[in-house]
């Protein structure tokens, strides 16, 4: 009998099970993960300001690279912007966990059936425990209506000291297709650096292939001499236009609350994630008594919390996707990252005040008029009727 069972191994799971062992050492947490890796290969990261100061003195240990700024490009706005930035590789978060768990991190392991109380893997093994959670991400068709941010990226190695010394975060100066597209690239040393093309589609279909060569394209035409190619990743999130809570809720294991990006967790627009996985870690490592039904009324207003308080944020996506023809997208975005420093941390924060929200839908907009004005009379429209 264990105290806790994580079902899954991504970073919601992973920071849940260091916060728990963190607040309690003798308490008893097992994730079971059906890969090999904790994480996969995966970058995560965040901003200075969207995680809490309190939560950063356990996090901070798993910080691969730390930078005081980075920089967007756009056709007609080149701009650095002075707040910190933070990435995680998924490595860290697995040597940390298999040090911590030791035996309790079971990998290679499928699960088949997951219960308030109990957990059954694939070869038989029944897993019981006071408290269970499910992060293993969305399964089945999303409950709600969305576009996508699908990307690969790339780890290079360069033959010489070239890599940039900040992390570009968005470069749409390369050519638009399959949607918005731009180039993220985040330097490791000055000779290795991660390079991902992204894109911003109404398809979740990734040509590996071509996205891949993108990479390397960009990379020459940035005088980047590339070595090797070290390893790559790659991801496909939803980004959504529309929905309820309850339809996202349904999709939930019975009695069992998921965690993550199943909850929907994650910032709507950006797709980051990092900063809800913390403070779920920290909000269930508070909990005591810790079960499956209290884990299941703390995350469910957690959920319900961010879900419906983010809806700005899916009227924007909507704005972009529906008001704006694909090789254009770029210039809602452009029109952006024209606004106040602060504002555009509130943002990726997801906590912007009322003047923001008027602010960012102010002046000339980037967008046709007329598409816009649709747009905004049908979200009113299912406001008032819902």
Same mark, same amino acid.
């Given at each position: 009998?264990?105290?806790?069972?994580?079902?899954?191994?991504?970073?919601?799971?992973?920071?849940?099970?260091?916060?728990?062992?963190?607040?309690?050492?003798?308490?008893?947490?097992?994730?079971?993960?059906?890969?090999?890796?904790?994480?996969?290969?995966?970058?995560?990261?965040?901003?200075?300001?969207?995680?809490?100061?309190?939560?950063?003195?356990?996090?901070?240990?798993?910080?691969?690279?730390?930078?005081?700024?980075?920089?967007?490009?756009?056709?007609?706005?080149?701009?650095?912007?002075?707040?910190?930035?933070?990435?995680?590789?998924?490595?860290?978060?697995?040597?940390?966990?298999?040090?911590?768990? +030791?035996?309790?991190?079971?990998?290679?392991?499928?699960?088949?059936?997951?219960?308030? +109380?109990?957990?059954?893997?694939?070869?038989?093994?029944?897993?019981?425990?006071?408290?269970?959670?499910?992060?293993?991400?969305?399964?089945?068709?999303?409950?709600?209506?969305?576009?996508?941010?699908?990307?690969?990226?790339?780890?290079?190695?360069?033959?010489?000291?070239?890599?940039?010394?900040?992390?570009?975060?968005?470069?749409?100066?390369?050519?638009?297709?399959?949607?918005?597209?731009?180039?993220?690239?985040?330097?490791?040393?000055?000779?290795?650096?991660?390079?991902?093309?992204?894109?911003?589609?109404?398809?979740?279909?990734?040509?590996?292939?071509?996205?891949?060569?993108?990479?390397?394209?960009?990379?020459?035409?940035?005088?980047?001499?590339?070595?090797?190619?070290? +390893?790559?990743?790659?991801?496909?999130?939803?980004?959504?236009?529309?929905?309820?809570?309850?339809?996202?809720?349904?999709?939930?294991?019975?009695?069992?609350?998921?965690?993550?990006?199943?909850?929907?967790?994650?910032?709507?627009?950006? +797709?980051?994630?990092?900063?809800?996985?913390?403070?779920?870690?920290?909000?269930?490592?508070?909990?005591?008594?810790?079960?499956?039904?209290?884990?299941?009324?703390?995350?469910?207003?957690?959920?319900?919390?961010?879900?419906?308080?983010?809806?700005?944020?899916?009227?924007?996506?909507?704005?972009?996707?529906?008001?704006?023809?694909?090789?254009?997208?770029?210039?809602?975005?452009?029109?952006?990252?024209?606004?106040?420093?602060?504002?555009?941390?509130?943002?990726?924060?997801?906590?912007?005040?009322?003047?923001?929200?008027?602010?960012?839908?102010?002046?000339?907009?980037?967008?046709?008029?007329?598409?816009?004005?649709?747009?905004?009379?049908?979200?009113?429209?299912?406001?008032?009727?819902?």
């Amino acid at each position: 009998m264990s105290d806790v069972v994580l079902v899954g191994g991504g970073l919601a799971n992973g920071l849940i099970a260091l916060g728990l062992k963190r607040a309690r050492p003798e308490r008893r947490v097992l994730l079971v993960e059906r890969t090999d890796r904790v994480g996969g290969s995966k970058t995560w990261s965040f901003h200075e300001g969207d995680v809490e100061v309190g939560h950063r003195a356990w996090l901070d240990a798993l910080v691969t690279r730390s930078w005081p700024g980075y920089g967007v490009r756009f056709p007609r706005r080149r701009r650095r912007l002075e707040r910190g930035y933070h990435s995680i590789r998924s490595g860290a978060l697995h040597a940390a966990l298999a040090e911590l768990l +030791g035996d309790d991190l079971l990998l290679g392991r499928d699960v088949v059936d997951v219960a308030p +109380g109990s957990v059954r893997l694939a070869d038989g093994l029944e897993l019981r425990a006071a408290c269970v959670l499910d992060g293993r991400g969305q399964v089945g068709a999303l409950p709600y209506r969305a576009a996508y941010q699908k990307f690969l990226g790339v780890f290079l190695a360069l033959a010489e000291p070239a890599a940039p010394t900040e992390p570009l975060l968005m470069d749409a100066t390369v050519a638009q297709r399959d949607g918005f597209r731009f180039v993220y690239a985040l330097p490791w040393t000055e000779r290795s650096l991660l390079v991902e093309d992204t894109y911003y589609s109404e398809s979740p279909l990734l040509d590996r292939d071509r996205v891949r060569s993108g990479c390397l394209d960009y990379a020459a035409a940035r005088g980047w001499p590339v070595e090797s190619i070290e +390893g790559e990743e790659a991801g496909v999130l939803p980004i959504p236009l529309d929905g309820d809570f309850e339809a996202l809720r349904a999709g939930w294991p019975p009695g069992v609350p998921a965690v993550g990006t199943r909850a929907g967790l994650f910032h709507p627009t950006t +797709g980051y994630s990092l900063p809800d996985a913390v403070r779920t870690a920290d909000a269930l490592a508070r909990l005591e008594p810790l079960d499956t039904a209290r884990a299941l009324a703390l995350v469910t207003r957690l959920a319900r919390d961010a879900w419906d308080g983010r809806r700005y944020f899916r009227l924007l996506n909507r704005l972009m996707f529906e008001a704006a023809e694909p090789e254009d997208r770029y210039r809602v975005l452009e029109h952006f990252y024209g606004m106040p420093e602060e504002l555009i941390q509130r943002f990726y924060a997801a906590r912007l005040r009322p003047m923001d929200r008027l602010r960012i839908l102010s002046g000339r907009p980037p967008v046709p008029l007329s598409r816009a004005a649709l747009v905004l009379a049908r979200s009113a429209w299912t406001r008032a009727t819902a």
